[in-house]
């Protein structure tokens, strides 16, 4: 779990990734790692918790669920090398806020600009469903990254990140409303606290919501662009 007191994201980050706090995660990830999906048996799967990616100084946080069992648990890199993060990366890189639109393995270029993405839970889950005592514990790690990064806009992917993440801001000192808001695609949330901050919602970048359509690269690059500008960042 998580220490209060870390200096700087680069330290936190390379505490996260030894963390063995939820038994069963660790024991899923890890088997996952060593069985592996036969298209993927000749790579080495990471296998670990996976940190968050983007620039320490970021402005604009992006907030999802947990890593993918065959995606960021096997590449070691949020959202890299499965069906999602091809959806995330093309908007990101539409918007301004990525170099490229594609990303495959942690040695690709890619770089993101002004953007960290991050998770509510570091470990692949099995059914891409952490428990609620999981979530809770991975908690800390997220309370820290806020604390390191300030950023001025956040983006949540998904009703998990939003259920995750408006405790973690009220626990940190922000304003936020009784009753909590209500998760919705395109909602957006301004708080006042330790510094002002603009909450954005947005569908998850899931198969179930892209492949249906109820989440097209236009609503996504809308929420993206808006909260780009919430940050300050010019394109």
Same mark, same amino acid.
């Given at each position: ?24 995660? *660790?024991?899923?990830?890890?088997? *996952? ?13 990471? =296998? !670990? ?7 320490? /100084? ?15 648990? !096997? ?6 090398? /499965? !069906? ?10 539409? *918007? =301004?806020?990525?170099? @490229? ?5 942690? /040695? ?11 998770? $509510? %839970?570091?470990?692949?889950?099995? /059914?891409?469903?952490?428990? $609620? @005592? ?19 806009? %956040? ?17 940190? =000192? ?5 009753? &909590? ?6 909602? @957006?949330?301004?708080?006042?606290? $330790? ?11 899931? @198969? ?5 359509? &109820? ?13 780009? =500008? ?6």
């Amino acid at each position: 779990m998580a220490r209060a007191g870390y200096r700087s994201v680069a330290e936190l980050d390379a505490a996260l990734v030894d963390c063995r706090a939820c038994p069963r995660l *660790v024991d899923w990830r890890e088997q *996952v790692a060593r069985e592996k999906r036969a298209a993927f048996r000749d790579e080495e799967y990471w =296998g !670990r918790p996976v940190p968050g990616i983007g620039p320490a /100084d970021a402005r604009l946080l992006i907030v999802g669920l947990a890593p993918a069992a065959h995606g960021a648990n !096997r590449t070691g890199r949020m959202f890299t090398g /499965d !069906r999602s993060g091809d959806v995330l990366f093309a908007a990101l890189h539409a *918007v =301004g806020l990525a170099n @490229q639109s594609t990303a495959v393995h942690r /040695d690709d270029g890619l770089a993101l600009h002004g953007t960290r993405i991050t998770a $509510p %839970v570091h470990c692949a889950p099995p /059914d891409n469903r952490p428990t $609620p @005592q999981e979530r809770d514990t991975c908690s800390a790690w997220l309370r820290a990254e806020l604390a390191l990064l300030r950023p001025r806009a %956040v983006v949540v992917l998904g009703g998990f990140g939003w259920q995750a993440l408006l405790p973690q801001l009220a626990a940190a =000192g922000w304003e936020v409303p009784r009753p &909590r808001p209500k998760f919705g695609h395109g909602v @957006q949330v301004e708080l006042a606290g $330790p510094w002002p901050l603009r909450v954005f919602g947005s569908y998850h970048v899931s @198969q179930q919501n892209t492949f249906t359509g &109820r989440l097209t690269p236009a609503m996504l690059e809308d929420v993206l662009r808006a909260a780009a =500008g919430a940050a300050g960042l010019s394109r």
